[in-house]
């Protein structure tokens, strides 16, 4: 039997395939192209048992950022106007939609509405400390929510 042409032109085309992947399309053999690092949002297989755990840090370093950005507002918020504490929460309202921190992002909506209203000093301590709770809070679902927003309401009418 002859060899067939094809298969050899299929044989080389795969060879340098392989080289490209190996060491890129500049062929430089002296430095192999490297996959990329993992991100904080990728999870290990399902075998090792730790499924979701680089997820939980990453949430949990997420919850970390907005607990401190909600205590340094808590600090300057008496001696700031409203239209100043805006932007703050609206930044923390945009992380927490990110990151799927749905309670959050109720309350957030809410502190913003109590801010427009005029509400300032420290009035806001008691909406940042609710904004902090929803923040803390493990539940996403609609009912958490509801729930948040049911206290927000009751608090925006007093």
Aim: net charge negative.
């Amino acid at each position: 039997m002859s060899p067939n042409p094809e298969n050899k032109e299929s044989g080389s085309t795969n060879a340098a395939a392989r080289s490209v992947a190996a060491h890129g399309p500049d062929g430089d053999e002296s430095q192999p192209r490297m996959p990329p690092p993992p991100s904080l949002t990728t999870t290990l297989p399902r075998d090792m048992g730790h499924q979701g755990h680089i997820n939980d840090m990453a949430l949990e370093a997420v919850r970390a950022d907005l607990a401190a950005r909600i205590a340094a507002i808590d600090v300057k918020a008496p001696y700031t106007c409203a239209r100043d504490l805006k932007p703050d929460i609206n930044q923390i309202r945009l992380i927490a939609h990110r990151h799927g921190l749905n309670p959050a992002v109720t309350v957030a909506h809410f502190v913003d509405s109590a801010l427009s209203r005029g509400e300032h000093g420290a009035l806001v301590h008691g909406w940042l400390s609710m904004l902090g709770d929803a923040v803390a809070c493990d539940r996403q679902d609609v009912r958490a929510c509801d729930t948040f927003a049911a206290a927000c309401s009751v608090r925006l009418a007093s």
